[in-house]
């Protein structure tokens, strides 16, 4: 069985740049979340996004798995 932790830590190992925000790439739910994608889109940079409005347990999960309060992540 996959723990959130686990599944979070393959998401970061698997891709080279990953944003965990509020939303998806084509719809931002929130201010900060969408500047994120348009300066990564700006910088050229493929990313990998993750809603963590889907997930109750990703969106907790990231924030114990870096130890940072706030969303966006990158």
Known sequence: MT?????I???VKSND???F????VDQPMCGFSGRSVQILQHLGVNFKDVNVLENEAI????????????????
């Open 3 to 7: 723990t959130t932790h686990d599944q």
């Open 9 to 11: 830590d393959t998401t």
């Open 17 to 19: 740049v990953v944003l």
């Open 21 to 24: 925000m509020k939303g998806t």
């Open 59 to 74: 969106r907790n999960g990231i924030k114990e798995y870096t130890n940072w309060p706030t969303i966006p992540q990158l």
